[in-house]
């Protein structure tokens, strides 16, 4: 039995390198964006982890889509990381929305009250 992988994007740098990263072993089986750390690295400031804060768009546009581009490329799964403020459900649901947009196989939640709306969302 072999375990698989997973890849958690973190840094400002890993969106150029994400074919390097997922083709770098064999039991890479998926990748996660993960915004707080992303948002930190690229010094983007926002309101919550996961939110876009005042910018008149998505500020997590293309490393959203460069996740999902690179991960069917490489046959992996992708899994968008969490929106941080759990006492949010409408923006909860804009950004699932999003997710479910660009081609997220999931999202992950910081809470079990974000569970309904992930579900509502991602998984129709």
Not at 38 to 45: K, L, M, N, T, Y
Not at 80 to 88: I, M, Q, V
């Amino acid at each position: 039995m072999s375990v698989g992988m997973s890849v958690v994007v973190e840094e400002v740098e890993a969106p150029e390198r994400l074919d390097e990263v997922l083709g770098a072993h064999e039991r890479v089986e998926s990748v996660s964006l993960g915004f707080g750390d992303v948002a930190a690295s690229q010094g983007i400031e926002v309101e919550t982890i996961g939110g876009t804060a005042d910018y008149p768009g998505d500020v997590w546009h293309y490393a959203r889509a460069r996740t999902v581009a690179a991960a069917r490329v490489a046959g992996v799964a992708a899994y968008e990381g969490p929106y941080a403020d759990y006492s949010d459900p409408e923006g909860l649901r804009e950004a699932c929305r999003r997710s479910r947009v660009l081609g997220f196989d999931g999202k992950g939640a910081i809470h079990p009250a974000q569970l309904p709306v992930i579900d509502e969302v991602v998984g129709e």
